[in-house]
């Protein structure tokens, strides 16, 4: 195994703080790791296999395409790709086994190629090098290493994936931003075939909310989703996936109906219990961080994020009632509005009293 730098970090977020002052474990796990990969460092890397690639190439898009799929997907490219980031690993002042812009890039794609026999002769071996050179938490690599020994011994017949085995919390944040990558192809497919028939204006004021919604979707996300645990980022992840897939599904239903879920005499109700929630939720966020509870119930949640929040969710507002007004002509601008403050109650709501079965990410 070449330097381990990537692997301490890792074993950060993988182990317990109480295993650091076991000095003997922490040697007994680095020692058990070398000494399962120090027959694969061994194994040869077929000089006809490398080829040659572009400086910006980018193997984890070559190997997956656009869609996770089969959309652009190009084996021979990635790989030749994979070796060349490999290459410049050292010199790019890369983390180990990592290509600079991805965590899923150089010896892990290489890995998942000769696993699965993916434009080169299935190569399980050689599949355990790359394992080993990419490292990873100690128990992702162990459950890597038996994982390539059940397909080698035809026990595991499906596809190989860099994902399968994750354990630690900064993986699988990289593995759910990868497959958020992919559904957002999918979505603007979705969102293109959407609009095909609108005016300039309205797909212009449709970009306008998008653009809106991507901002205070950011903020929500990263403010208003509890990071306290190894997992954060890929919560993180699912938060802001959540909000852009309803921001579509809503659209597409009003092209069917034609019609908000409320009218524009909802709107002072809706505004008055928006502004009573938004008022409890502060006060409860702010309540807990005086008793010194602000990793219990709410986690790093505070009232700070939730202001800021609150903020660009106001001009995310606007946007949809510029947006409904415009490809919904008739519909008064409030109903609009009516209709995003009952979804923004709603979520306040969820952040501070509990979860059911209306709230998102209530398995957190």
């Known amino acids: 195994m070449r330097k381990n730098a990537l692997l301490f970090g890792l074993l950060l977020t993988a182990l317990p703080f109480t295993a650091f002052a076991r000095d003997q474990t922490w040697e007994r796990i680095l020692a058990d790791l070398r000494t399962q990969c120090l027959p694969w460092e061994k194994v040869p890397v077929p000089q006809?296999?490398?080829?040659?690639?572009?400086?910006?190439?980018?193997?984890?898009?070559?190997?997956?395409?656009?869609?996770?799929?089969?959309?652009?997907?190009?084996?021979?490219?990635?790989?030749?790709?994979?070796?060349?980031?490999?290459?410049?690993?050292?010199t790019d002042n890369?983390?180990?086994?990592?290509?600079?812009?991805?965590?899923?890039?150089?010896?892990?794609?290489?890995?998942?190629?000769?696993?699965?026999?993916?434009?080169?002769?299935?190569?399980?071996?050689?599949?355990?090098?790359?394992?080993?050179e990419y490292e990873g938490a100690p128990a992702e690599l162990e459950s890597r290493l038996k994982h390539l020994d059940a397909i080698a011994h035809g026990l595991d017949n499906k596809p190989f994936d860099i994902c399968d085995d994750i354990t630690s919390g900064m993986m699988g944040g990289v593995c759910a931003d990868r497959d958020a990558g992919f559904e957002r192809f999918a979505r603007e497919n979705r969102w293109t075939s959407l609009q095909a028939t609108w005016t300039p204006a309205q797909r212009d004021s449709l970009a306008k909310l998008r653009g809106?919604?991507?901002?205070?979707?950011?903020?929500?996300?990263?403010?208003e989703t509890d990071q306290s645990g190894t997992a954060r980022g890929a919560f993180v992840t699912e938060a802001h996936e959540t909000l852009d897939k309803s921001l579509l599904d809503n659209i597409e239903r009003l092209e069917r109906e034609h019609q908000p879920p409320a009218t524009a005499a909802d709107f002072a109700t809706a505004d008055t219990a928006l502004n009573a929630m938004y008022k409890q939720v502060l006060a409860k966020l702010d309540a807990a961080h005086r008793q010194g509870q602000s990793w219990g119930d709410y986690g790093t949640i505070d009232s700070n994020g939730v202001r800021e929040t609150q903020r660009s969710w106001l001009a995310y507002r606007e946007a949809w009632a510029t947006?409904?007004?415009?490809?919904?002509?008739?519909?008064?601008?409030?109903?609009?509005?009516?209709?995003?403050?009952?979804?923004?109650?709603?979520?306040l709501n969820c952040l501070v009293n509990g979860r059911d079965k209306t709230c998102p990410h209530d398995d957190h």
């Open 48 to 90: 006809a296999d490398v080829g040659s690639a572009p400086k910006d190439c980018k193997s984890e898009e070559l190997y997956y395409g656009s869609d996770g799929k089969t959309s652009g997907t190009d084996h021979a490219a990635a790989r030749q790709c994979a070796y060349r980031e490999r290459k410049h690993l050292d």
């Open 94 to 132: 890369t983390p180990n086994g990592h290509h600079s812009d991805s965590l899923l890039g150089a010896s892990g794609i290489l890995m998942m190629l000769y696993a699965n026999g993916q434009g080169v002769a299935r190569n399980i071996p050689l599949a355990k090098r790359f394992a080993c």
């Open 212 to 223: 809106s919604a991507e901002k205070y979707f950011d903020i929500s996300a990263g403010r």
């Open 323 to 347: 947006f409904g007004t415009a490809r919904y002509p008739g519909i008064p601008a409030n109903a609009w509005r009516a209709w995003v403050t009952q979804e923004r109650t709603q979520a």
